[in-house]
């Protein structure tokens, strides 16, 4: 009965298995809240034992930098292409180095760099995490008196933190190299005006700043998300296999809504 | 025997015989209760098995004494000290004067065999790297593997995983080690090696073992006493003699191997004519 008139039991199953869904959602929102805030107060160890994290700074940025690399070049080399075609229309071809380096410094490094990153670093992370939970390594960890958060999790949240941004600086450099091999090696755009108008138009605090800012936002997100994810995992095969795939999917959808969001709130004066 | 690094029991006036006392003690999840009542004592220096079916809780009792679970009901005491009343600080303190092996060793599979045996001195103490790799070797000679230290985890045999796990679990001179199925699928020379090697160093370094497992002949060998689990409570208990001359059926079944008996072979189903549809229900 709601309000009195007769429903069919059945007919409220959907509704109740998607109340569930969104209390379920919510209640892990607020687990994944409290797990990034004991990550942050657990991080004393990682200041005293600063290898831990450049351990992980190689697993993630370092081991990452092949796809971050070839990736930046052929994206600044389509770049380069697509600019070149439409701006010759207008006779500004000159212009190419502007376009290049603004649509990689604002919008493709961060964002690109941090999907790649999601994939490859993201994925590794929450794979390993799952496994030790799985092979009861974390509760190994835990039976020897020593806190998984403080050990395990806080090392590759730093690690990660700290190689995106990096990463993302890579990628937009090799981007604006491929920018530079099809405009001015290929096409034959002047090589002086394609890096003078870029000196001149990129601003360090409106540009390159801004972009490091959503780099490690996305660097933050990724992270927290893979890491959450792998301790979460149930420890099995299958448990492992799902939270991977999530981490991907949940840090793809997040990086582009944080980006909406941050471009909106620092190009608004623009 | 003294305990490195860290201090002793909570109050020397209640050091008593018993290392590990657990009374009255019940556990469930929701309301599916997993242990029952379970008494058991664990006096030091002896080896204690914990026998009982697959799914008994016998890993679940393991867990209630390391701390990782609480009880719903009854006490847990370890050296003195009212496990589940402990806040995280004292509780870690305690586990460092505990050692667990689990199943399948847990090995850091992303670190050597040295480094997984040098984790809790390199993680506990401030010791000196040249000393930390002595004492890494010296325990590692005492599971025979000191040759195998560079070796990564994913390079060993079974056996030596769980041979290294044990060095791993001796490395803070622990009060009590506790083994959860240390004989679980190892081939029979592997089988005899570590249930010497559990009795060798109970002895040698005066610890006290308790020990989870199914495994009856190669228990009751090493052992002093032992608990039958069945259905959550202690169905039976006694010396290995004691235990080997028991007449009751469940002990008799488990001791011997017996298929079928008060733990019965078929899981319960409706009758067998019934489901294949040539007979009425």
Known sequence: MIWGWPVPERSLIPIRHLGHRVIESVWRLGVAARFFVLTLMRSGTCAR??????????????????????????????????????????????????????????????VVAALLFASRAGSAITAEIGLMRATEQIEAMQMMAVDPIARVVAPRFWGGLISMPLLAALFSAMGIFGGYLVGVVLIGVDEGSFWSQMQAAVDFGDDILQGVIKSVVFGVAVTVIALFEGFDAPPTAEGVSRATTRTVVTSSLAILALDFVLTAIMFRGV | MPHLFLGGPADPLLVSDALV????????????????????????????????????????LLRLIGGALRPTQGSVRVDGLEVPNLDQQALFALRRRMGMLFQFG????????????????????????????????????????????????????????????????IALDPMLIMYDEPFAGLDPISLGVTGNMIRRLTDALGLTSLVVTHDVQESLKIVDYVYFISNGVIEAEGTPDEIRASTLPFVHQFVHGEEDGPVPFHYPAPDLAVDLGVARA
């Open chain 2, 106 to 169: 847990a090995l850091f599979t992303d670190i050597s065999v040295f480094d997984n045996v040098a984790f809790q001195l390199r993680e506990h103490t401030d010791l000196p790297e040249p000393l930390i790799r002595d004492l890494v070797l010296m325990k590692l000679h005492a599971v025979g593997l000191r040759g195998a230290a560079d070796l990564m985890p994913s390079e060993l045999s079974g056996g030596m995983a769980r041979r290294v796990a044990l060095a791993r679990s």
């Open chain 1, 49 to 110: 034992r600063p290898h831990l994290v450049i351990r992980e700074v190689f697993s993630t940025g370092v081991l990452s930098l092949i796809i971050i690399l070839v990736s930046g070049l052929f994206v600044g080399m389509v770049l380069g292409l697509q600019g070149y075609d439409t701006l010759q229309t207008y006779g500004s071809e000159e212009a190419l180095g502007i376009l290049v380096a603004l649509s990689l410094v604002r919008e493709l490094g961060p």
């Open chain 2, 21 to 60: 006392e657990i009374r009255d003690l019940s556990f469930g999840y929701g309301s599916r209760q997993i242990l029952k009542g379970i008494n058991l004592t664990a006096r030091r220096g002896q080896v204690i098995a914990i026998m009982g079916n697959s799914g008994c809780g016998k890993t679940t």
